[in-house]
């Protein structure tokens, strides 16, 4: 039972589209922020630039990682997420995701909002890490 569900996890259509379509993956040409996490079990790597206009707000986001669908999707889908926010709301941001997915706790983000299928992946423990590696790369930034 278990690994039917892990194979539809994978078979989500929003996680495998944005897996072979990864939003903002493009460089950008100035970069106020980067950040980068590695998971030294499996080797899956991301590396998040960031632009931000006048306002300290993020104008332009640019990720790219390494390793399996569940951590290309969660920075394509979380690179989309935080375009727009201020530097203080991705902390808050990080802050309450890294919560939700290491509890039972669903109330912080939208169900209509591409960043809820992430959650799906709570009920494989060993695959949250995946999941949780773009966060680690937001809280790292500098």
Do not use: W
């Not at 006048?54 to 986001?61: G, N, R, S």
């Not at 941001?93 to 919560?99: A, C, I, S, V």
């Not at 939208?110 to 890490?129: A, G, M, N, T």
């Amino acid at each position: 039972m278990d690994q039917i569900k892990l194979d539809n996890l994978y078979k989500n259509s929003i996680i495998l589209d944005h897996c072979r379509n990864p939003r903002n993956y493009l460089p950008i040409s100035k970069i106020d922020f980067s950040g980068s996490a590695v998971n030294p079990f499996c080797g899956d790597e991301i590396h998040f630039n960031l632009k931000l206009n006048d306002q300290t707000i993020i104008e332009e986001v640019a990720f790219e990682g390494d390793g399996c669908a569940i951590n290309l999707a969660s920075g394509s889908i979380i690179s989309e997420h935080i375009k727009g926010m201020s530097i203080e709301s991705v902390g808050k941001f990080t802050e309450t995701f890294r919560l939700d997915m290491q509890t039972n706790h669903l109330k912080s983000f939208d169900c209509k909002s591409e960043i809820f299928v992430l959650y799906d992946v709570r009920s494989f423990p060993i695959r949250i890490k995946c999941a949780l590696l773009s966060v680690s790369a937001l809280e790292n930034l500098h």
